[in-house]
């Protein structure tokens, strides 16, 4: 094992430029009252000291005032004429910055970028994830290169990052009915919600369904009725798409963008999945967390610039860290999960976005790895199988990785495996802002050479290299 001296660490410097909502909607009408008395020979003084101050071009700050002042026009009277200097200034009453990863940054996941463009040289996307102020977590990118002799280099973040653009986004009426049945929020009031709606509907659609509704409903349950069709709205809400214009990756972040991510996105375990056709997409598998409870979600992408997001359906998604496989197996998606948060299973579906099967894959049987294991990222094919990261809880709640290897044809059979850790926190790298915790959230594999990016107590992001022989070598036979 080779360990590099890349360290990535967190940097409160590093802001996304993101809308500033007031508490209440009088805090609205008493910030703009202040705002217009501001005289106007003053407005042109503090906008260019803002420009001026401000990590970023002016045409940059210029364009995130005049769209932040679009949230916030409808509160501002016909009537009143506005120059883009007077829009600027109140789009800037209505910006703030957040130190996204002030906190930490950490548990990263590694992916092939979709240019190859530098011969001899595989380029790579890394993704992060970063806590800031309020726990609140996000998912931020970087980019690097490996040469061929398997030397490991990242690029520069840039010290702003900016906020995509919400999308529209189509639903599937199947999968949105099943999850609302999942999650209990269908009743007598909004089973009807789905009737008139296509196979395929906009939240447009949705929204003018439920409004139709509510029209026709004259008695005494109208309030009812309200507040059950918008609990579909909300589980919509949930499934979106999300488009950023800047080409720096490091300039963009998935931030809490939805009702049941109010709380964070956690883990994201990306993956390179390869179509039947051939071609090739993006996944990654999340949490996404709401303060009170967890949902498994899955984002899609192409190019890093749009991805969808979609909640996961069906009695296998439970519980955190699930790890798509990055092909279908004997014609059918294949994911790793966790159900009963202490061992390994093995989940199969035709439906990339609803899970019924799973099935028991390998039990905590170690002394590094007695209290629970789970997956750390994707699988990923080799020769010889299918080769799985996994991390090891022992005493003192140590987070130690180890690997498996299944049977490429039938994944649910474990044919090899470590019982000895493949990296555990050495004293050194005990402490930090969770101690005792090694852990990352992908891998993969170029020429035989793992390529292992992992955080190091949940306070700094490493590299190592291995050998793959050596992994198989230093594994027992199972039987």
Known sequence: MKKHPIKILPSSSRTLVRPFVPGSDSQ??????RIFSTPVSKRKIIVDSLHERLDMPDETSKKIFLRHFENIKHRIPANIELTELDKQFIGAYFTQQYALESTALFNPSIVPQPVQDKEGVTRFIISLRAIGEGHISSITFMEGE???????????NSPVIYEPERRDHFYYKEIIKQKAVELNLTDNFNISLFENLSDRFTFSDLDNEINRLINQFSDNNKAELINST???????LSNF??????????ERAIYPASPTQSNGLEDARFVRFTRDD????????FTAYDGRKIMPEMLETDDFK??????LSGPAVKNKGMALFPRKVNGRYMMLG???NESLYLMQSDNLFSWHEYQPLAKPTYDWELTQIGNCGSPIEIDEGWLVITHGVGPVRTYSLGALLLDKNDPGKVIRRMDKPLITPAKHESSGYVPNVIYTCGAMVIDRTLILPYAIADVVTTFATISVDEIINSMKKMK
């Open 28 to 33: 609205v009408e008493h910030l703009l009252y």
């Open 146 to 156: 490996i040469s061929k002799d398997f030397e490991i280099s990242v690029g520069e």
């Open 278 to 285: 051939g071609s090739t997409t993006y996944y990654a598998t």
């Open 241 to 250: 798409t999300l488009q950023f214009d800047t080409d720096d990756i490091t």
């Open 306 to 311: 749009k991805f969808r997001i979609s909640t």
């Open 338 to 340: 966790r159900q009963d």
């Open 230 to 236: 918008n609990k579909i709205r909300k589980l919509a």
